[in-house]
């Protein structure tokens, strides 16, 4: 046991790129909407604003969700794992969390080693 | 769109070390468990054993959740998301997920910039 497991400091984990693993799941429903990565201005904004942002690791920026499809996700409670290399965001969504405009980016089910989608 | 985002092939996108994260959450109350990444043979294990296993970043080794403890991990659905390069697994877990003893390894909320046991 360590303070970092054990202690009441906010110390995330940064890897190599300076992230953390956020996952998103839906705070009535449960269900895991979508997974991406914050680093330190990202945390930052998300806990000032109360709305998910995240590292885009991609286009190499800072982007708040829902910033162009008005889809934020609103924060309703954020949670961090014993190691503080993760967080996970309980949230409002206003929309689709998916880019492919699913609900949730976990739309297809592994079923004997392929895919279905329900 | 893509053949990735919309066909019913798995073809798992991992990463430059060869893995993909996984999400673990309870199937029943859908808190959310632990996160910790696969490569292609703890997929592979998982899907024939319907138990999580992973792979250990900081041992460097496959392993089977719950082999010294006991707290497997049965998996009741694995879902996959939009690019493929997240698994979701729904699970029966028979103990504690988190190494500390906590049921769940985010038993820690972040409040006003400090953590949080409840």
């Given at each position: 046991m360590t303070d970092i497991e054990q202690g009441t400091a906010l110390a995330p984990k940064w890897d190599a790129a300076g992230l953390v693993?956020?996952?998103?799941?839906?705070?009535?429903?449960?269900?895991l909407l979508m997974l991406?990565?914050?680093?330190?201005?990202a945390l930052a904004a998300t806990m000032q604003t109360g709305e998910a942002h995240f590292w885009s690791r991609s286009r190499g920026r800072l982007w708040k969700k829902g910033e162009?499809?008005?889809?934020?996700?609103?924060?309703v409670e954020m949670r961090?794992?014993?190691?503080q290399d993760?967080?996970?965001?309980?949230?409002?969504a206003a929309?689709?969390?998916c880019h492919t405009g699913e609900?949730?980016?976990f739309y297809r089910?592994?079923?004997?080693?392929?895919?279905?989608?329900?």
């Open positions: 693993t956020a996952v998103a799941t839906d705070h009535r429903t449960g269900e991406a990565h914050m680093n330190a201005d162009t499809s008005g889809h934020v996700l609103r924060v961090i794992d014993c190691d993760a967080l996970w965001l309980k949230v409002d929309g689709p969390a609900r949730s980016c089910r592994i079923e004997g080693g392929a895919l279905v989608r329900d």
